[in-house]
């Protein structure tokens, strides 16, 4: 059934929490409607969210849906956490209901899409690209995976015909998207409480390459074997962002990664029209996004405390390279790191993995695996990564925690120092031991 968004005057969001629902909520408000919404808990996106006067309900219930909204708008990982309220909320026929990625369809059908998609940096790149844009008054909107800096918030609204997305693979949410420009950051094994494999991932990728038209463009590495496999049958025009690489370009946030991004920003700019010297200018402003190498302060002692929220091995170990850059070990600087693992099954998966990603770290502290929309059956643990993780260097570099608290306990009695510094990392609720170093 077609939805005309213009006649609808209240529209109501469930899990509106999440990071990429609460833009398209934000955008609703923006556009005047009512906006409503419930979820499980009141995170700092909640918070933001309550600020600008949304009512949100905290707990889910399908009890909590006004009956005057026009529109039901959910997160698709309610299949997971609450499948009797999902079976309610689509089965129900008084009010219409689109999911996310639904929503990001109808926001995109009528746009210049510029969507990025990938394993890793595809927040980061989202933002760059939103940086130079916005900066050479191309008025873009912009929905991104992250609060970015100065705003603090996931949604831009612009009058201009594009539109700047990030856009997800998980459950092949990015399908919903149409876009005429598409960058694929890299490809990697992640999301295999999902995927099957590699391959089931790869297909993905490939259908969403097949809906970018001919006369439109996909930048990527097409030397990266993974891309070159998706890409081949491609009828857009295929651009190499390393030919916009360089090694030299100051940015604010380290690592050869951020670089990479920045190439891959700086070749959609040019496809619009942007000079690359200017383009080069304006991503070296970009101050970088919430929970992506976000400096939160300094300790009373001298430390310095960051949150990171690389949660896949590739995206920890090329984040503590770029903290290295700026942490050198020669300088005397010690490195650790407050790791909560996120899913069962991505640590199952991928234990070796992680298990070799924190060879630059001098301490690795793991939380409790934060479970998320899983369950437990036994058979991983932070222990079972802490001991593998010590299996890979010279002496033993990880321990693991039953609780926040059991940690904290211990870090009363570690003296932190100026030539220390302390990442909590993961997708979960890691940054809340950060704050309460701060806190001491």
Known sequence: MELNLQKIKHVHFIGIGGIGISAVARMMLYNGKIVTG???QEGEIVKELKK??????????????????????????????????????????????????????????????IAVCGTHGKTTTTA????????????????????LVGEKSNFIPGESKYLVVEA?????????????????????????DYYKDIEDIKSAFGEFVAKVPEDGFIICNPNDDYIADVIKDANAKVINYHDYFNKDLKLKVPGIHNKKDAAAAIAVANLVGIDREDS??????????????EHKG???????????????????ATTLEGFRELYSKADGWNLTVIFQPHLFSRTKLLLNDFAKSFGNADKVLILPIYYAREEDDGTISSEILSERINTHQDYRTSE?????????????????????????????????????????
């Open 52 to 113: 600008l006067g949304i009512d949100i309900k905290i707990g889910q219930s399908y009890e909590n849906i006004p009956e005057d909204a026009g529109l039901i708008v959910y997160t698709i990982a309610i299949d997971n956490y609450d499948p009797e309220l999902a079976k309610k909320i689509k089965h129900q026929e008084k009010i219409p209901v689109r999911s996310y990625p639904e929503m990001l369809k109808i926001i995109s059908s009528e746009k210049y899409t």
């Open 38 to 40: 419930q979820d499980m």
């Open 298 to 316: 300094t300790t009373r002692d001298g430390a310095e405390v960051y949150d990171d929220y690389a949660h896949h091995p590739t995206e920890i």
């Open 128 to 147: 760059m690209i939103a940086q130079i844009l916005r900066d050479s008054k191309k008025d873009p909107t912009v929905i991104v995976g992250s609060l």
């Open 280 to 293: 080069e200018k304006y991503v070296g402003r970009f101050p970088g996004t919430w929970r992506r190498f």
């Open 400 to 440: 693991a925690f039953g609780s926040f608290e059991e940690l904290e306990e211990r870090l009363k009695s570690q003296k932190f120092g100026e030539k220390d510094v302390i990442v909590t990392m993961g997708a979960g609720e890691a940054f809340k031991v950060g704050d309460w170093l701060l806190g001491l």
């Open 168 to 192: 997800c693979e998980y459950r092949r949410s990015f399908l919903n998207i149409n876009p005429k420009i598409l960058v694929i950051t890299n490809i990697d094994a992640d999301h295999l």
